[in-house]
């Protein structure tokens, strides 16, 4: 239920990672493309702004600069195609207060946007900043570092999960329970599982819109920041909110209930995403499309795979070929393999 320290080798399946965002100001929002093998990206209306030639691309640009791949090593473009940081790193992640996660040989440092070494590559496991601080791993246990390098809280967690709106999910002995970003236990651990999403562009999740998902008893409910049973544990799965809704899973399928846990989409969809731009994405029998916060189908079932929108776009997967749409359903871009 949380964010493994996954890798940005980027084929075809990076596309398909949660949420896709840019930073060009003057375009808005850019987004990868991967037509003939090689990954550029384009904005919102379709029109290509970085040319395809790159080995792997990030999802995303941050702060100004994605990573992307040449041959078999990662460096960061600016949001016109120039290289910012020449290719050098194993992987490297995204921007966030000023540093980015980049893996040399089989350790993980920070670097700044100007490619200096800001922390040393000599951590065997990370997380991107949020915060001002960083989840890291020097061994069995994970901790917390500054945009310094100094360790603030202590590596005793089995789990640690980034922080967001001022607290983060940690796992000690087998219990879930949050911490502030001084390292005191705000609510104990208590709950036998806790979401955490970690790759999100928009940020990481512990909390959003003041609720986390946790787990009792296999069953799944809310909290609020002071530990109390928001939405008592009933549901099978349950997410984060996102514009006021959260799926839910009812007897093998999801619906989405309000914040008071309140049904407000009845459960039939396989499978369920996050609002974004006041639409979700919903598969059922196999095949994707997007409904509305009433649970109205506002672009019918007929993807093989759907992403959330994001940026006024999003990916959808027609038979073997990726295409962008937007919230009328229409093709801005492709299809392509």
Do not use: H
């Given at each position: ?67 992307v ?10 949001t ?66 500054d945009t ?81 049973m ?5 549901f ?50 196999g ?22 929108f ?15 749409i ?12």
């Open positions: 239920m949380r964010k493994a320290l996954v890798s940005l080798v980027c084929v075809l399946a990076c596309l398909w990672v949660g949420y896709i965002w840019g930073q060009k100001e003057s375009a808005g929002p850019l987004f990868p493309i991967f037509p003939g093998g090689k990954y550029g990206y384009i904005d919102k209306l379709g029109t290509v702004v970085i040319k395809p030639q790159f080995d792997g691309a990030a999802q995303f640009f941050s702060g100004g600069l994605a990573s791949m040449v041959g078999n090593k990662w460096g960061y473009v600016n016109e195609g120039a290289v910012m940081i020449q290719p050098q790193f194993d992987e490297a992640w995204a921007f966030s207060d000023g540093l980015a996660a980049v893996r040399v040989g089989e350790k993980w440092g920070f670097v700044d946007k100007k490619g200096t070494m800001r922390i040393e590559a000599k951590l065997q496991k990370v997380q991107t900043f949020s915060d001002g601080l960083a989840a890291v791993s020097t061994g069995d246990k994970n901790g917390y570092i310094t390098g100094k360790m603030v809280i202590e590596p005793i967690y089995a789990w640690a999960c980034s922080f967001a709106e001022g607290v983060a999910a940690v796992q000690v002995r087998g219990k879930w329970g949050y911490i502030d970003k001084t390292g005191k236990t705000i609510i104990e651990p208590q709950f036998d599982d806790a979401r955490c999403d970690d790759s999100r562009p928009d940020g990481p999740r512990s909390f959003a819109e003041g609720l986390a998902p946790v787990s009792v008893n296999g069953k799944w409910g809310d909290i609020d920041k002071a530990g109390k928001v939405i008592q544990p009933q099978e799965v349950a997410q984060f909110f996102s514009e006021g809704l959260g799926a839910v899973m009812v007897e093998g399928k999801f619906g989405y209930i309000d914040k008071t846990g309140a049904m407000i989409i009845k459960p039939r969809f396989d499978e369920a995403g996050d609002f974004g731009s006041g639409l979700a994405a919903v598969q059922v029998n095949k994707w499309g997007y409904i509305d916060k009433q649970g109205k189908d506002v672009i019918k079932l007929q993807y093989n795979r759907a992403e959330g994001s940026g006024g776009l999003a990916l959808v997967k027609m038979d073997s070929k990726i295409a962008y937007d919230a009328k359903g229409k093709v801005v871009w492709g299809p392509a393999d």
